[in-house]
């Protein structure tokens, strides 16, 4: 009798090994680089679930999308496991999450009446074949200047001025390390210079239609945001993720502004 219960003992401890195994063998270094990871797909409704756990929300939110394969549809109860087997991978891949998703408090324009859509990594022409890493936002108002686009968060000014893809544009580096992106600005809110530290909600600028040409070149387009955000990898200086999830996420919180 004895006997038999240490072989069960024995054998569901090696099922549960095994299945650990299993589990984590899908985690490595190279996860952050995956297009599942670029993609960020997070719902509103588990976001909301993440944030109201105690203590950090972001290691649930690394492991809720291993388990799941970067679609989670509910919270993981197996980050213990990712860090047992793999944990120096799984520390680097949380760290990507974080540079996303731990600095974001505001929508990035003052506004309820904006429309977007996931157009990441639709074709472009301009410059050349290349593909859409970001995302547009589109308001009621078609005239340039009209919106007040807010820094999304707390961060440095780490570029600003014109681009010939981007126009009149501005990078905030977020303390985590993400960076956000702000293109097509019909004008800044104020001479910002590289270095200058902002909050989150503060307004960097207004929406317009600059850029596709030499400095000073705007209605090519229509009046939009291009949002783009960035993070770096040991493996990439710079690599875009699809704002697209978290823009639906924060949507409503939006700062107000008289204009």
Not at 59 to 76: C, E, K, V, W, Y
Request: negative net charge.
């Amino acid at each position: 009798m004895l006997l038999g219960i240490l072989w069960l003992n024995l054998i569901i401890s090696l099922e549960t090994l095994i299945r650990e195994r299993s589990l984590a063998s899908g985690l490595s270094a190279y996860s952050c680089m995956e297009p599942g990871f670029r993609e960020q797909r997070l719902t509103a409704n588990l976001y909301r679930s993440l944030t109201e756990t105690d203590g950090d929300w972001i290691g649930l939110l690394t492991a809720s999308m291993l388990d799941q394969n970067f679609a989670p549809s509910r919270i993981s109860q197996n980050r213990e496991i990712y860090l047992r087997y793999k944990e120096k991978a799984f520390f680097l891949l949380e760290e990507s999450y974080r540079a996303v998703w731990a600095d974001v408090k505001y929508f990035p324009v003052a506004s309820e009446e904006i429309f977007f859509e996931n157009t990441w990594m639709a074709p472009r022409e301009y410059g050349g074949e290349r593909l859409h890493e970001g995302t547009d936002l589109f308001g009621k108002e078609k005239e340039p200047g009209y919106y007040p686009i807010v820094s999304m968060t707390d961060g440095t000014v780490e570029e600003k001025g014109w681009l010939p893809l981007g126009g009149n544009r501005i990078g905030i580096r977020s303390p985590e390390g993400g960076y956000f992106y702000y293109a097509h600005l019909a004008s800044y809110e104020k001479e910002f210079r590289k270095g200058d530290q902002v909050n989150a909600g503060d307004i960097l600028g207004y929406m317009g239609n600059t850029g596709y040409g030499e400095e000073g070149t705007a209605g090519k387009f229509p009046v939009h945001l291009h949002l783009g955000i960035y993070i770096e990898t040991p493996f990439q200086k710079e690599m875009s993720v699809n704002p697209y999830w978290l823009l639906k996420i924060f949507e409503k919180k939006t700062r107000n502004y008289v204009y």
